[in-house]
């Protein structure tokens, strides 16, 4: 991750339900009614950068102006699913940079049992990922639908492999340069 | 007159703010498109591991005479037609190219020897999940006599230094490398060295449709292999297994580099809160504990 990483900008940009704990006066601007305050215990999703930093005070052990809760691409429903089989949910429907927000998310909360979830879809996933990469015909095959519901990270797993590969066979004389 | 310098220095300097200010933001941007426009494939590309294994030395018959050349790697020997010469494979290609000289396949480029090996890859009990044994370097024992102390035959440069030849510099392509007990085994440049030959001196070969298909196959077992083995990346992401590459060639390894390194880089991302909690846990149980050597070299060992 580094400063110029487009795909941890766009991270940065997912939006997280919050709880306000206070209220607000001049923020309705976040509700879409500008210029009015926002009460306690309003729900508004916020983005990933400013979610973090106004619950920023619960590690400082001050009153915070926010509560994070899940996002709905990591709820409990999304990781039974996962649990059952991790290679026919759609990540991409759920938020484009998966792996990236729910290790952001991971950094937020401790969630021992999410992590053990997470690697083992990410581990199944990529073997699949493989076989597709390897595949000569390439993304149109039998596999269109898992491959289109690829995250960013896992599309890039793709096509490290896939290039690879192609570039292999064009070396070898087995493919043609196009 | 001064009223009209006094605002063009001001305008100068305001201009000068704002494009300094575009500047930097136009450099952020560029940085970013230059990232987006050139997306440089990590790793060695497979042109250049190709180009790479034309270092290996092997052997030739030339048919014409030729004078010893200075070579930057060192001279090669002269060429006399009936004696055989070694010299890099760049070289001989090109001679092979020009009919001036024929090659001799290496020992482990024939049918047998790779029939062999591919059925010690796919039937092997052994080698369910592992490569079959790279050349033994020199100074280590083959596999078959393990018992037996193979000492290091130490080389010496034209100054008297003494050195010990390592890859790509051991000739595990030359005809006369290997005794007739050695297990066949794949060099570290097999799938390069296989292809060029093919491609360029397949009338020195013994059956090349044959070594063509039963290297296709050979590949296609190790790269499933290979893959397979994303699954236990995860304990090598968390410090505790990993998979051994002991024999797979260069050309496998740059294939999949990009690929694996993403699933480890992938794993360890996911893992690492609980990594970090981990190391916390440990760190206080340390202090809890008082300083204690042996526990403490024991969970450096584990970490690592």
Not at chain 1, 137 to 159: C, K, N, P, S, Y
Not at chain 2, 286 to 294: E, I, K, L, M, N
Request: with cysteine; proline share 7%; hydrophobic share 40%.
């Amino acid at each position: 991750m580094s400063y110029y990483d487009i795909d941890s900008i766009l991270t940065d940009s997912q939006k997280l339900p919050c709880t306000f704990e206070l209220e607000v006066p001049g923020l309705g601007i976040l509700e879409g009614n500008a210029g009015e305050d926002i009460k306690a215990g309003t729900r508004i999703d916020l983005p990933l950068w400013l979610g973090e930093m106004l619950s920023i005070g619960a590690r400082l052990g001050t009153s915070r102006l926010v509560t994070l809760d899940m996002p709905d691409a990591l709820s409990e429903r999304v990781m039974n699913a996962l649990k059952a089989d991790p290679r026919t949910l759609d990540l991409r429907a759920l938020a484009p940079h998966f792996y990236n927000l729910s290790e952001r998310i991971l950094e937020l909360f401790e969630e021992e049992e999410m992590v053990d979830v997470l690697t083992d879809t990410f581990k199944k996933r990529a073997a699949e990922i493989a076989d597709h990469a390897h595949n000569s015909r390439g993304a149109v095959g039998d596999g269109v639908d898992f491959l289109r519901g690829l995250d960013e990270t896992e599309r890039q797993l793709f096509r490290a492999a896939h290039d690879r590969a192609k570039e292999m066979r064009i070396w070898s004389g087995e493919a043609r340069r196009k | 007159m001064q009223t009209y310098q006094t605002f063009l220095s001001h305008a100068l300097q305001t201009n000068q703010r704002q494009y300094n200010a575009g500047l930097r933001l136009n450099w952020r941007l560029n940085c970013i498109l230059f990232v987006m426009a050139f997306p440089l494939p990590r790793g060695v590309t497979a042109s250049e591991i190709a180009f790479l294994a034309e270092m290996e030395t092997v052997t030739v018959v030339p048919r014409q005479r030729l004078e010893s050349l200075e070579l930057l790697g060192g001279p090669v020997e002269p060429l006399a037609p009936p004696r055989r010469a070694s010299l890099p494979l760049w070289l001989a290609l090109l001679l092979k190219r020009q009919r001036r000289a024929n090659i001799i396949p290496p020992p482990w480029l024939h049918p047998e020897p790779l029939s062999l090996i591919l059925d010690v890859e796919s039937q092997h009990q052994d080698y369910q999940n592992a490569f079959s044994p790279p050349p033994p370097l020199p100074g280590q024992p083959s596999v078959l006599d393990r018992d037996a102390i193979a000492s290091a035959k130490p080389q010496y440069t034209p100054d008297g230094n003494r050195y010990y030849p390592a890859p790509p510099f051991l000739p595990h392509n030359t005809a006369q490398t290997t005794s007739s007990r050695d297990t066949p085994s794949l060099p570290f440049h097999w799938v390069e060295v296989g292809n060029l030959l093919l491609d360029s001196a397949s009338d020195d070969l013994v059956d090349p449709d044959q070594i063509r298909r039963l290297l296709k196959d050979l590949r296609e077992v190790r790269m499933s292999k290979m893959r397979s083995g994303v699954e236990v990346l995860d304990e090598a992401a968390t410090g505790g297994g990993g998979v051994a590459l002991t024999g797979v060639g260069s050309m496998e390894l740059g294939e999949e580099r990009g690929f694996i390194t993403g699933v480890v880089d992938g794993l360890r991302r996911i893992g690492s809160s609980k990594e970090q909690a981990r190391r916390e846990q440990m760190a206080e149980q340390r202090a809890a504990g008082g300083y204690d050597a042996t526990q403490d070299e024991e969970e450096d060992y584990m970490e690592f």
